[in-house]
């Protein structure tokens, strides 16, 4: 009797056992257009800002934030031919005399677009066309950053590289 | 007139068939009772064996009028030449004749209020929502419907058999008028309750209470189960009363057959079966009977059994949960989540509006409002009660008042206390008459302040009662279809679903719909794993928070391995989600193999979701997120792998490690040092959710405007794909493109 109701408690407790599964169809995970979302261009402003960043630019809000050492954004942009990049960015004064002349280079998608070259403490504007066929339509863009000498905390490690104002595409 | 005349005779039919099923059996116990009370249990014991035949009649899909008629009549002609050759029992000693007079008079208006709101068309929530909605489905089938999944098709449904045999001949009112039914025995019950054990004044007064209380006025006039189970556990009750007396053993067979009915009515009732249990072993310590105790205890269980199993059974066998749609954790299946489970129960336990302790008495007795009903102000004297513990039955109807009112712990309606009310107000009798005269005075008092015009100036206007006598609509002067147009905002898109919607296509809709009434099959986000998925689809398109918003990369040195998985180390009460899982080697993501075989713990069954390619779709723990959860791929053959991707929500809580399968078949931990980054939400979700939508069958939306994503749809309808094909009273029915 005991043997019997162990059985059927241990039937009962177990529930229905899922087993394992193939791999289903394969979906396509482009399938056109969403209203709204990301833009072509962003102010650091925004409080939208943080989902352009995918890594290394500070996260404290306002109308500058701090590039780091690998700085990239994302951007989604529906026309693809006739673009400029733009962005504007600062060197303070405060790093600019511990590094000197600073040259930020900048790329899409891993492609060098262009660099722009900070020989004294301020703020500089870029802007630069980008060549047919580096963006696809409606696509994210990743536009990284590298500034070939950072400010190094003393105290930290923590390496900056410049201030960023805005950076996106436009027309 | 016809149609009132087959919804008269559909109810009749039925409580006929239940009374002479009942007293062929109280005739084959051999049960000493008294006339009055003979009637009463006939009906409430045939009811339990009507019940039963017709769960097997649906088991065997042969659930058809000509079936019921057949074999109603059979019953009934058996039960009228038996009762014609037996003596007739004795009656009650006569009662005080004011009482009596009384009782009649208070309980006759309230009875016609009632009758008419249950002839009239069915408009309650639950009763043109699942409970007919199960009945229309069963007898369209002629029997149970295995392919139909919500957690409402689940639940025991003793009373729907009910229905369904009145359904058969005169629809929707006539099932009401079953209820109803039971809605008049329970007072009838409880005074001959009063009658039998010495205090008639005490029964009439308790069954006035009972009786005019107005949440048992509306549940009792609706195609409801409550005032069912109330009566049964109350018969149950008062049998144990006489069985304390007679030690009659075959009263054991019928008390155990009501408490078994009492859970195939509502799940609520399965208090019953241990309060039995309870009440025999605790006389069991007074008379010292211990082998004699046993068998009864036998006794009765085997006869609850015959009434519960065939819904334990079913439920085992259909769905691997013989609790369904509770205790999913425990047993758990591939149709309803426990965290769907979990919610709704919480939800049900949240009572709106109430702020502080002193808030509650007052909602449930005299306001109405956060309570979804009020069981009446004299309620408010229930602490008089305690007065009734000087005496033995009093402290009994305490007892098991108390029993009975566990329920409402975890249910904040109203509904769930009228199993309460026969014993309080009982007590309330018992306790009272030491104030000469108080009883008659609060007996009409309550009746007057529960009548229905008086009722209107003092609590909620959102309280659910009955606010009216519909005596044009009850004798189809009004014609039913207008009537429910008035009442129910879903009837109104009734004939454009039924134009526009295929028979076989299926629906979506966030809430529960009447389908009672509307003929076709909806799948609601919150009754079935699969609206579960349907809903999530939509939060997914909508919801920034919850679309897959990061990819957390587990790197390691490369391995070569047949199976891998991702093994949650953290606890949190959020669900565990992840949208796509996949895997690397060199910097090159393993191609999906259909040799692979994927798993997980818990919800295995939905894992296809992490590996489908779609952000639409994502698989979900639905239960708190907890160390041991996993995802699983066995390759088929061993592979070199050194990354693991899962693309997901943000969930900070989370920590996850990878596992791999070594040449011992033990699983070995690689790393839990994760990398995340923001991800690339690819466009067009909106579309993804309406090819995942329409693959899995569903090809329409019925949308309120108060639905989260109901703005969305409208403004960007064409994002979606869908087109609005009417609307009307705030709601939308879409079609997929």
């Not at chain 2, 107005?214 to 409801?224: C, H, I, L, N, R």
Request: aromatic share 14%; net charge positive; glycine share 6%.
């Amino acid at each position: 009797m005991l043997r019997l109701s162990l059985s059927l408690l241990l039937v009962v407790s177990c529930g229905r056992h899922a087993g394992t599964f193939p791999v289903p169809e394969q979906g396509a995970l482009d399938l056109g257009a969403d209203p709204g979302g990301m833009a072509s261009f962003i102010q650091m402003a925004d409080p939208a800002a943080d989902d352009y960043i995918v890594r290394d630019i500070g996260r404290e809000p306002g109308v500058y934030r701090w590039a780091f050492r690998y700085p990239e954004l994302r951007f989604r942009v529906l026309p693809a031919e006739g673009l400029d990049f733009a962005m504007e960015l600062a060197v303070p004064d405060i790093t600019f005399q511990v590094t000197g002349p600073v040259t930020v280079t900048y790329k899409l998608d891993g492609k060098v677009l262009g660099s722009v070259h900070c020989d004294h403490a301020g703020k500089y504007q870029v802007r630069k066309h980008v060549p047919a066929g580096w963006i696809q339509p409606n696509q994210y863009t990743h536009v990284t950053f590298e500034a070939d000498r950072r400010w190094v905390s003393p105290e930290d490690g923590a390496q900056l590289s410049f201030l960023l104002f805005n950076a996106g595409f436009t027309q | 007139m016809l149609q009132v005349l087959s919804i008269l005779l559909g109810a009749a039919f039925t409580v006929g068939t239940a009374m002479a099923l009942g007293s062929l059996l109280l005739n084959r116990l051999r049960l000493t009772l008294y006339r009055q009370e003979a009637i009463l249990l006939s009906f409430v014991g045939g009811s339990a064996l009507l019940s039963l035949a017709i769960f097997f009649l649906c088991l065997v899909n042969q659930a058809r009028r000509n079936v019921f008629l057949l074999g109603g009549l059979a019953a009934i002609v058996w039960a009228w030449r038996q009762a014609r050759s037996e003596a007739r029992p004795k009656a009650f000693p006569d009662a005080p004749k004011i009482w009596h007079v009384s009782f009649l008079v208070l309980v006759g208006a309230f009875f016609f209020i009632y009758f008419f709101n249950a002839l009239a068309p069915e408009t309650s929530p639950d009763g043109s929502g699942y409970h007919l909605g199960n009945v229309l489905r069963i007898w369209q089938h002629h029997g149970f419907v295995w392919t139909y999944h919500s957690m409402y098709s689940y639940l025991s449904q003793g009373m729907e058999m009910l229905f369904l045999v009145a359904f058969s001949i005169g629809r929707h009112s006539a099932a009401s008028l079953v209820h109803f039914a039971f809605q008049l025995t329970l007072p009838l019950l409880i005074a001959a309750y009063g009658r039998r054990f010495g205090f008639p004044v005490a029964g009439f007064f308790a069954a006035i209470l009972v009786y005019v209380s107005p949440v048992v006025g509306k549940a009792g006039a609706s195609a409801y189960n409550d005032l069912a189970v109330a009566t049964l556990l109350f018969a149950v009750f008062y049998l144990l009363e006489i069985w304390d007396e007679n030690q009659e053993v075959n009263l054991l067979i019928f008390i155990g057959l009501l408490a078994g009915f009492a859970y195939a009515v509502k799940y609520t009732g399965a208090l019953a079966l241990p309060f039995v249990w309870g009440r025999l072993l605790l006389r069991r310590r007074d008379a010292g009977q211990h082998i004699g105790t046993w068998r009864q205890l036998a006794i009765v269980t085997a006869a609850a059994a015959v009434m519960i199993l065939p819904w334990v059974l079913r439920n085992w066998i259909w769905l691997g949960n013989p609790a369904a749609p509770f205790f999913n954790a425990w047993f758990p299946n591939p149709y309803y989540h426990p965290g769907m489970e979990r919610i709704y129960l919480d939800d049900l336990r949240h009572y709106v509006g109430i702020r502080h302790w002193w808030q509650g008495p007052w909602q449930i007795t005299a306001a109405g409002r956060s309570t979804q009903g009020m069981i009446g102000p004299i309620f408010l004297l229930v602490p008089m009660a305690v007065l009734a513990l000087r005496h033995l039955r009093g402290r009994r109807l305490i007892l098991a008042g108390l029993v009975f009112a566990i329920p409402a712990y975890f249910n904040s309606g109203a509904r769930f206390l009228i199993p309460m009310l026969p014993f309080l107000s009982l007590a309330l009798g018992l306790a009272l008459p030491a104030f000469r005269g108080v009883l008659p005075i609060l007996a009409l008092c309550e009746a007057l302040a529960c009548w229905p015009q008086v009722l209107s100036h003092y609590c909620d206007p959102a309280n659910w009662h009955l606010g009216s006598i519909p005596v044009a609509a009850a004798l189809r002067l009004t014609p039913e279809p207008v009537y429910l147009k008035d009442h129910l905002p879903d009837y109104t898109l009734k004939a454009a679903l039924e134009t526009f919607v295929a028979p076989q296509a299926k629906i979506f809709s966030l809430n529960t719909r009447t389908e009672a009434y509307l003929n076709r099959t909806f799948v609601v986000g919150y009754e079935s794993a699969f609206g579960n998925l349907a809903q999530d689809l939509f939060a997914v398109a909508y919801d920034p928070q919850n679309q897959p918003a990061v990819r957390r990369r587990l790197r390691f040195l490369p391995v070569i391995t047949r199976a891998v998985r991702v093994v949650q180390i953290a606890s949190a009460s959020s669900f565990w989600r992840a949208a796509e899982m996949r895997v690397y080697a060199r910097g090159k993501e393993l191609a999906r193999s259909p040799e692979w075989r994927l798993s997980a713990w818990p919800n295995s069954w939905e894992v296809q979701l992490a590996f489908d390619n779609s952000y639409a779709t994502r698989w979900s723990s639905w239960q708190a997120m907890a160390p041991g959860m996993f995802l699983a791929i066995d390759f088929g053959r061993p592979r070199e792998i050194d990354e693991v991707n899962l693309e997901e929500p943000r969930a900070p809580e989370s920590k996850v490690q990878v596992e791999v399968l070594d040449s011992r078949a033990r699983w070995v931990p690689l790393t839990d040092t994760a990398e995340i980054s923001p991800l690339d939400i690819p466009q067009g979700l909106r579309r993804a959710v309406t090819r995942e939508l329409k693959a899995r069958g569903i090809g329409y939306l019925w949308v309120e405007d108060a639905d989260f994503f109901a703005d969305d749809l409208r403004k960007n309808a064409s994002y979606w794909s869908v087109t609005d094909l009417k609307a009307a009273r705030g709601m939308h029915l879409y079609i997929l493109n």
